[in-house]
């Protein structure tokens, strides 16, 4: 049983900056590769961004040299901060904790309920 709960969301003007944080909790020693997706309705989740038990990360081209993710392995967290945040950075933000390598069809994904980020001209 792994619980996510994010938080950080909110509304910022194009250009601004804002960090999302997601704490997980439960069995955490099961956890490999955290990431961040995003969605928009009536659009598909896509991934934002991943981050490995070793801090390696991969960035969509979208977000790349704006956006960054860590974690904080001590206190179970992952992070996403945004900077020169564009309108269509729009969307839910989901945390997705993964049990096994994200790529892997026997991965386990564990998802956080999302939290709006709403970026206006």
């Known amino acids: 049983q792994v619980q996510l709960v994010e938080s950080g969301g909110g509304l910022v003007q194009a250009g601004g900056s804002l960090r999302l944080s997601c704490a997980v909790s439960?069995?955490?020693?099961?956890?490999?590769?955290m990431a961040w997706h995003r969605q928009t309705p009536g659009k598909q989740r896509v991934l934002v961004a991943l981050?490995?038990?070793?801090?390696?990360?991969v960035y969509a081209d979208f977000v790349k040299g704006r956006f960054t993710i860590s974690r904080d392995n001590a206190e179970n967290t992952v992070y996403l901060q945004m900077h020169s945040l564009k309108p269509e950075d729009t969307g839910v933000y989901y945390c997705d904790a993964v049990r096994g390598s994200y790529g892997s069809s026997k991965a386990l994904h564990y998802w956080g309920q999302g939290t709006q980020v709403t970026v206006s001209s």
């Open positions: 439960g069995s955490i020693l099961a956890i490999n590769d």
């Open positions: 981050i490995n038990s070793v801090g390696t990360t």
